[in-house]
C-alpha cells in the first residue's frame, strides 16, 4: 500500500515562492504517475499538475502554467512542486496523489497541506 506524505506547505505573501514535497513509502514509486492537486474552500478539488515515472510531465493546469514545476526523484521517492509567482487563487489544500503507470485513476492519496497567499 502506497503511502503519501506532503510538506512545505505555508502562508507566503503574493509573488512569492513555495516549494511541495511528497515523500513515498511502501510501494515501487517507478510504477507510479504522480499528480498534484489543489481544493479551495467551497470549490471542487482541481488537478495541477502530473508528472509519469520517468520524470516527463503529463499535465499541467492552464491556470499555472509558467509558474510552477513539478518533478520527482526516483531515486529519493520523492516527487516536488515549485511555486513561483503566487496569487491569492493558489490558496488551496495541495494533496499528492500516485495512479499506476498503466492506470487512470489516482487511487493513492495524502493528507495534504495548506498554502496560503496573501495579497
Known amino acids: 500500500q502506497l503511502q503519501l506524505v506532503e510538506s512545505g506547505g505555508g502562508l507566503v505573501q503574493t509573488g512569492g515562492s513555495l516549494r511541495l514535497s511528497c515523500a513515498a513509502s511502501?510501494?515501487?514509486?517507478?510504477?507510479?504517475?504522480m499528480g498534484w492537486f489543489r481544493q479551495a474552500p467551497g470549490k471542487e478539488r482541481e488537478d495541477v499538475a502530473a508528472?509519469?515515472?520517468?520524470?516527463?510531465?503529463?499535465y499541467y493546469a492552464d491556470s499555472v502554467k509558467g509558474r510552477f514545476t513539478i518533478s520527482r526523484d526516483n531515486a529519493k521517492n520523492m516527487v516536488y512542486l515549485q511555486m513561483n509567482s503566487l496569487r491569492p487563487e493558489d490558496t488551496a489544500v495541495y494533496y499528492c496523489?500516485?495512479?499506476?503507470?498503466?492506470?487512470?485513476?489516482?487511487?493513492?492519496w495524502g493528507q495534504g497541506t495548506q498554502v496560503t497567499v496573501s495579497s
Open positions: 496523489a500516485a495512479r499506476p503507470n498503466s492506470g487512470y485513476k489516482f487511487d493513492y
Open positions: 508528472v509519469y515515472w520517468s520524470g516527463v510531465t503529463v
Open positions: 511502501g510501494g515501487t514509486f517507478s510504477m507510479y504517475t
